[in-house]
């Protein structure tokens, strides 16, 4: 299970921000996007992939003034935890077409700005009594991994190893709460039942519409925003096992892979995910993808390879052989080709009694093309076995 923390800005005169209250209370959320443009912009779509990744069962914490309230759960209502706003709220130039009230909003007090929106409850409540980030990074430095990075973020997915760390302090600190049923933040069901009582599809939103805006109809298949794409992936490799990159129980983007440090300067992994051992909490395999939309190059040999050795130090812990890793990209010159075949290998020990020597040299080349509504992934230049 994993979770995601939601910035809201302090209140200035330092009490619980208004925001923050509403959304607990209606047990929604929805960041606000503006766009004058016919296309959206890369935060934009990276807000997109965001909501792509989130599956009904994940945790929701909401994060203002250095303090982290929660806990919620995202809720399935009609199939899904998200929705659009208004009709084709994931088209930015609908407004040039239609008024908004024609658009049929649903957000409570929402806006135009306001073009999705997840769907939560209180698990089991919302406490008054939050955790101080500096509480939780002193006690648990090697589980709170993410966190510390969520700076110019409107919100930001956590694994469940940080999520079960967050989520028990905040139990811990409210345990008398709990038993005694105060220090909560109030809840109403008004919104859930109306979105019960509607017909949700036209609020459905994916991949394919954000594409469609990307379309370089100069190079056929292509798409002109990396961004675009990887929001697709995260969408793809959430809800679909019907993909040549298998099934992921797991998965997020833009997650940092270095060291602390200024946020400027932080590497970050396109998509990282893993998957369990089925029917069990135990991790079994890594996924790493590195992006290109278009020709790949010899840097991302380095590159990829880069995050797959920080994947086995801080997750493997030297089993390469729990890592996947891939470069997706619009087309790949022999010499990308030649460079994986030379340099995306690594040689280590396995066990301890006996120690065996084992080979790592699983990075695929995978071709992307986007033709009439359809993501198609090929992999080209297989190793031979």
């Known amino acids: 299970m994993a979770g995601f923390i ?53 945790h929701v914490y909401f994060f203002s003034d250095r303090i982290l309230y929660g806990i919620g759960v995202l809720q399935e209502i009609q199939g899904d935890c998200k929705y659009l706003n208004y009709h084709r709220a994931d088209d930015p130039c609908v407004l040039d077409e239609m008024g908004f009230e024609e658009l049929k909003p649903v957000y409570p ?31 648990h430095p090697e589980s709170v991994k993410l966190w510390p990075y969520m700076q110019q973020l409107s919100f930001m997915k956590v694994d469940d190893e940080e999520d079960t760390v967050l989520r028990d302090m905040i139990l811990q600190k409210n345990e008398q709460n709990i038993i005694d049923g105060r220090g909560t933040f109030p809840f109403e069901e008004s919104f859930h039942s109306r979105l019960n009582d509607m017909k949700l599809i036209p609020y459905s939103f994916g991949h394919i519409g954000l594409l469609d805006l990307c379309i370089n109809h100069k190079k056929p298949g292509h798409l002109k925003h990396e961004m675009a794409l990887e929001a697709a992936l995260c969408d793809t490799l959430t809800h679909s096992d019907d993909t040549l990159f298998g099934h992921w129980d797991y998965v997020s983007h833009q997650v940092p892979a270095s060291p602390l440090k200024f946020i400027r300067w932080v590497d970050k992994m396109d998509i990282f995910g893993y998957r369990y051992v089925p029917g069990y909490c135990a991790k079994s395999k890594y996924i790493i993808i590195e992006l290109k939309k278009d020709a790949a190059d010899e840097d991302v040999i380095r590159q990829i390879m880069k995050y797959v050795d920080w994947v086995n130090q801080k997750y493997t812990f030297g089993d390469y052989s729990m890592i996947e890793a891939y470069v997706v990209a619009f087309d790949f010159p022999e010499e990308v080709i030649d460079g994986r075949n030379q340099g995306c290998v690594r040689n280590y020990m396995k066990g301890v009694r006996p120690v065996e020597p084992a080979l790592w040299n699983d990075v695929k080349l995978i071709q992307y093309c986007y033709l009439n509504g359809n993501l198609a992934f090929n992999e080209i230049a297989k190793r031979e076995e």
Not at 16 to 43: F, H
Not at 116 to 138: M, N, S, T
């Open 6 to 58: 939601i910035t809201i800005a302090k209140d200035e005169q330092g009490n619980i921000p208004e925001a923050l209250l509403a959304c607990i209370r209606y047990g929604a959320y929805s960041t606000i996007m503006k766009s004058d443009n016919k296309s959206w912009n890369q935060a934009y779509e990276g807000t997109f992939a965001d909501y792509f990744n989130m599956q009904a069962g994940d």
């Open 109 to 139: 007090d929402g806006t135009k700005d306001n073009k999705c929106f997840c769907i939560f409850r209180p698990a089991p409540y919302f406490f008054r009594q939050g955790v101080d980030i500096d509480e939780a990074l002193q006690r």
